[in-house]
């Protein structure tokens, strides 16, 4: 709470009575501690890439004649922190694009449409790891009023979560259904699964279960805290249901019409 005494005075500068200005900030600090946290984690974020690029970079300036296969293994490390800084920052942009909702219009999308471009983008991946990635669609005309690329990214994540989390040979499987005015959308895997403690953290940004894991396995930290942005934004709702090492159920909850 913040107090404003301002005093009113008469024409001798005597305190003639007071106006007491009460506010609530607890919002307002609140949204100032998150931001502060979030920039401290982005630095910290893309600061661990840098550091190992750099390193690697001055340790080849410095030594010429390294063997071609120590420099070849160093010139891979610098590749994929460069990559990996790289994914940082776009997620880092889309977040912020997706808070402000830059100029952007909601469109009728045919989910199917959307869903089958996912699937030819991601089943390759599946298939790398010989997961079974199914999908049963209960109405394949369904139509979601969304922003852009929006179900594109929502469904992108969640899917790829899955195959991620998912190891060799697991199986991953989405599922629409419509239930009362509402498009259910689930993307189930029988993957590493999150323990309860960390179930409803790992929407925050940055928040990950298992930092190296998630490190080694591309992630960012970001791409849930991108999800729930979005299903946000598209006035649903997103949970999940999870077992430790039996495997997890995200559930998605689209309005049909957004009012
Ligand atoms: P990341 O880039 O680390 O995958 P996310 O924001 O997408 O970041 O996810 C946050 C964390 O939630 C992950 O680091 C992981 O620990 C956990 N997680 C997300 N999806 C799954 C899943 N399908 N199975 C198990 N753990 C998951």
Do not use: W
């Given at each position: 709470?913040?107090?404003?005494?301002?005093?009113?005075?008469?024409?001798?500068?005597?305190?003639?009575?007071?106006?007491?200005?009460?506010?609530?900030?607890?919002?307002?600090?609140?949204?100032?501690?998150?931001?502060?946290?979030?920039?401290?984690?982005?630095?910290?974020?893309?600061?661990?890439?840098?550091t190992s690029i750099n390193g690697f970079v001055e340790t080849l300036i410095m030594n010429e004649d390294l063997p071609v296969n120590k420099r070849n293994r160093f010139l891979a490390i610098i590749k994929?922190e460069?990559?990996?800084?790289?994914?940082?920052?776009?997620?880092?942009?889309?977040?912020?694009?997706?808070?402000?909702?830059?100029?952007?219009?909601?469109?009728?999308?045919?989910?199917?449409?959307?869903?089958?471009?996912?699937?030819?983008?991601?089943?390759?991946?599946?298939?790398?790891?010989?997961?079974?990635?199914?999908?049963?669609?209960?109405?394949?005309?369904?139509?979601?009023?969304?922003?852009?690329?929006?179900?594109?990214?929502?469904?992108?994540?969640?899917?790829?979560?899955?195959?991620?989390?998912?190891?060799?040979?697991?199986?991953?499987?989405?599922?629409?259904?419509?239930?009362?005015?509402?498009?259910?959308?689930?993307?189930?895997?029988?993957?590493?699964?999150?323990?309860?403690?960390?179930?409803?953290?790992?929407?925050?940004?940055?928040?990950?279960?298992?930092?190296?894991?998630?490190?080694?396995?591309?992630?960012?930290?970001?791409?849930?805290?991108?999800?729930?942005?979005?299903?946000?934004?598209?006035?649903?709702?997103?949970?999940?249901?999870?077992?430790?090492?039996?495997?997890?159920?995200?559930?998605?909850?689209?309005?049909?019409?957004?009012?």
């Amino acid at each position: 709470i913040k107090i404003d005494p301002v005093y009113l005075q008469d024409s001798k500068n005597a305190i003639i009575g007071s106006i007491i200005n009460i506010e609530d900030i607890t919002e307002i600090v609140k949204l100032e501690n998150m931001r502060r946290d979030f920039v401290a984690n982005v630095s910290h974020e893309l600061k661990t890439p840098l550091t190992s690029i750099n390193g690697f970079v001055e340790t080849l300036i410095m030594n010429e004649d390294l063997p071609v296969n120590k420099r070849n293994r160093f010139l891979a490390i610098i590749k994929k922190e460069s990559d990996r800084l790289k994914r940082l920052i776009e997620d880092i942009l889309l977040l912020s694009s997706i808070e402000s909702k830059n100029n952007l219009v909601m469109e009728n999308i045919l989910l199917y449409d959307v869903f089958k471009e996912v699937y030819e983008m991601i089943n390759y991946i599946a298939n790398s790891k010989k997961i079974d990635l199914q999908y049963n669609f209960e109405d394949e005309e369904i139509v979601v009023q969304a922003y852009g690329d929006y179900l594109k990214q929502l469904l992108l994540n969640l899917i790829d979560n899955a195959i991620k989390y998912t190891p060799e040979g697991g199986k991953v499987t989405i599922n629409q259904l419509s239930i009362n005015d509402e498009i259910v959308i689930e993307v189930i895997d029988n993957g590493v699964g999150i323990p309860k403690e960390d179930q409803s953290k790992i929407f925050q940004r940055f928040y990950r279960v298992d930092k190296a894991r998630s490190r080694s396995v591309g992630g960012t930290g970001l791409g849930l805290a991108i999800t729930k942005h979005i299903v946000h934004s598209l006035k649903g709702s997103i949970c999940v249901e999870s077992e430790l090492g039996e495997g997890s159920k995200f559930i998605v909850r689209l309005p049909k019409k957004i009012s």
